[in-house]
């Protein structure tokens, strides 16, 4: 398994942002399809954002236009940007990479005011 830590996440305000960050350590992230997936309470967990080996990226219609993935292949890391945040976007937040689809430990992300 490849370990995979989110860091970046907390409270914020409707209309704030929060940049997630993903990192893995024992694989290269490049190389395989990362994904961003978020899990609200009484709901199932849903893919936000993925960015293939090659960069093309694909977002759920919820988020096109506010989030932004990336990856940063110089320190195996990808990131998600997240911009207007909505209450509706609260949730645990989890990545998913590597050769065998590992998932990281989630992150909380929280929008009130």
């Known amino acids: 398994q490849v370990p995979l830590v989110e860091s970046g996440g907390g409270l914020v305000q409707p209309g704030g942002s929060l940049r997630l960050s993903c990192a893995a350590s024992?694989?290269?992230?490049?190389?395989?399809?990362t994904g961003w997936y978020r899990q609200a309470p009484g709901k199932q967990r849903e893919l936000v954002a993925e960015?293939?080996?090659?960069?093309?990226?694909n977002y759920s219609d919820s988020v096109k236009g506010r989030f932004t993935i990336s990856r940063h292949n110089t320190i195996n890391t990808v990131y998600l940007q997240m911009n207007s945040l909505k209450p509706e976007d609260t949730a645990v937040y989890y990545c998913r990479g590597g050769p065998f689809g590992a998932w990281g430990q989630g992150i909380q992300v929280a929008v009130s005011s």
């Open positions: 024992g694989s290269i992230l490049s190389l395989y399809t």
């Open positions: 960015i293939t080996s090659r960069d093309s990226t």
